[in-house]
T-cell receptor, first 116, second 112 residues
Framework: GAVVSQHPSWVICKSGTSVKIECRSLDFQATTMFWYRQFPKQSLMLMATSNEGSKATYEQGVEKDKFLINHASLTLSTLTVTSAHPEDSSFYIC????????????FGEGSRLTVL | GQQVMQIPQYQHVQEGEDFTTYCNSSTTLSNIQWYKQRPGGHPVFLIQLVKSGEVKKQKRLTFQFGEAKKNSSLHITATQTTDVGTYFCAGGHTGTASKLTFGTGTRLQVTL
């Protein structure tokens, strides 16, 4: 199957700093990638849809100035958590698909963010 | 908004017992997918169902899509310890096939 890689796997930062998470599709091109947030023992909540070459589409309740998404190439999307606070601590996962028609999603390994 | 609920939230079975998780959507779906997430891991795609009433099997796993395309189930026969994890259904809608709404998940624990 297709491979999606996420980096970093773990990150600890101080409150008020910004953190960038990268999501790469390694063996396919992805015009669209998805960013999710997952709290412990809970479901995946879609945060935004990242579109190559255009602005991301954010879900209701997600602050676009807080969670900056950039999708500058067909294989890379980045999520920057700006001015992070402890409540932003979570597991962030990206996903992508080689074909928007088939719908099967391939997920990155996830990035666990801890804000002190 | 769209809601996808799963029951039970958690189930603990002994190895060899069967297991079923049920998924219910508040809206009609164009397709439903199932994912498995191992503890500490990321979701891994299991299957996609598209047709009303569709039933698909993968070895010990049986997936069903309801006639009204609003519910689905995953049944595991004779569970094994390797089945441990959280099972999520995820519903898609026409025109947004890849933008999925994930269910609340069912965490399965299997002991010897």
């Amino acid at each position: 199957g297709a491979v999606v890689s996420q980096h970093p796997s773990w990150v600890i930062c101080k409150s008020g700093t910004s953190v960038k998470i990268e999501c790469r599709s390694l063996d396919f091109q992805a015009t669209t990638m998805f960013w999710y947030r997952q709290f412990p023992k809970q479901s995946l909540m879609l945060m935004a849809t990242s579109n190559e070459g255009s602005k991301a589409t954010y879900e209701q309740g997600v602050e676009k100035d807080k969670f900056l998404i950039n999708h500058a190439s067909l294989t890379l999307s980045t999520l920057t958590v700006t001015s992070a606070h402890p409540e932003d601590s979570s597991f962030y996962i990206c996903s992508a698909t080689p074909s928007l028609n088939t719908g099967e999603l391939f997920f990155g390994e996830g990035s666990r963010l801890t804000v002190l | 908004g769209q809601q996808v609920m799963q029951i039970p939230q958690y189930q603990h079975v002994q190895e060899g017992e069967d297991f079923t998780t049920y998924c219910n959507s508040s809206t009609t779906l164009s397709n439903i997918q199932w994912y498995k997430q191992r503890p500490g891991g990321h979701p891994v795609f299991l299957i996609q169902l598209v047709k009303s009433g569709e039933v698909k099997k993968q070895k010990r796993l049986t997936f069903q899509f309801g006639e009204a395309k609003k519910n689905s189930s995953l049944h595991i026969t004779a569970t094994q310890t390797t089945d441990v994890g959280t099972y999520f259904c995820a519903g898609g809608h026409t025109g947004t096939a890849s933008k999925l709404t994930f269910g609340t998940g069912t965490r399965l624990q299997v002991t010897l």
